[in-house]
């Protein structure tokens, strides 16, 4: 049984540096979400996709974030000219189409911007 | 923002007794899911339900809805060491983005 997969699983990176997490959905899981989740928090709803399209953004994503998901697969996250503020567990998670209202999220990738 | 808040924030109990949670929300909603997260992992879905229906089974764990309360409350009942956990509610809207609550951490002691 093959997950949603996340990569990397940590990343520890200086302050202005830019970094890019990749997902791998379930397979033919149509639908693709990115959170972000702090401390002792719950996870933050960033972005989704259907497919290829990108359908709803978060005000938490600034224009310092950037989704994609070309050919409707697999997704990348990237955060430029990372912040401290941005140290956060990021989670992927995937939806099927025949039942999109349940979410399997991947391991997560946990960021430190020192 | 998060939607859902839940009660308590923390709880501390015996292995073989029940735990029960609870969760509170604002806007209406199509679903209303519980998740649970081992420390520094992803999230397992644990049951869903949805805005019809008032409760819900799943092995150990029972689910109620109250929409006229926005309220939902989760058991798990014999508790084992294995359930220590955070547990999040999490609400589905249109477009099934989950909104998450700040969870329940859940310790079990053997």
């Known amino acids: 049984d093959t997950g949603v997969s996340q990569d990397p699983r940590h990343k520890i990176t200086k302050r202005g540096q830019n970094v890019t997490f990749r997902c791998d959905p379930i397979?033919?899981?149509?639908?693709l979400y990115w959170y972000r989740q702090t401390l002792g928090q719950g996870p933050e709803f960033l972005t989704y996709?259907?497919?290829?399209?990108?359908?709803?953004k978060s005000r938490l994503l600034s224009d310092r974030f950037s989704a994609e998901r070309p050919k409707g697969s697999f997704s990348t996250l990237e955060i430029q000219r990372t912040e401290q503020g941005d140290s956060a567990m990021y989670l992927c998670?995937?939806?099927?189409?025949?039942?999109?209202?349940?979410?399997?999220f991947g391991p997560g990738t946990r960021l430190l911007v020192l | 923002s998060q939607q859902g808040e839940e009660d308590p924030q923390a709880l501390s109990i015996q292995e073989g007794e029940n735990a029960t949670m609870n969760c509170s929300y604002k806007?209406?909603?199509?679903?209303l899911q519980w998740y649970r997260q081992n420390s520094g992992r992803g999230l397992v879905h644990l049951i869903l339900?949805?805005?019809?229906?008032r409760e819900k089974h799943s092995g150990r764990l029972r689910v109620t809805l109250d929409t006229s309360k926005k309220s939902s409350s989760l058991l798990i009942t014999a508790s084992r060491a294995a359930d220590t956990a955070s547990y999040f509610c999490a609400t589905g809207a249109a477009g099934n983005k989950l909104t998450f609550g700040g969870g329940t951490r859940v310790l079990v002691k053997p």
């Open positions: 806007t209406s909603i199509n679903n």
């Open positions: 998670a995937s939806s099927p189409r025949t039942a999109q209202e349940t979410q399997y």
């Open positions: 397979s033919e899981h149509n639908r």
């Open positions: 996709f259907q497919n290829e399209a990108q359908l709803e």
């Open positions: 339900i949805r805005s019809n229906e």
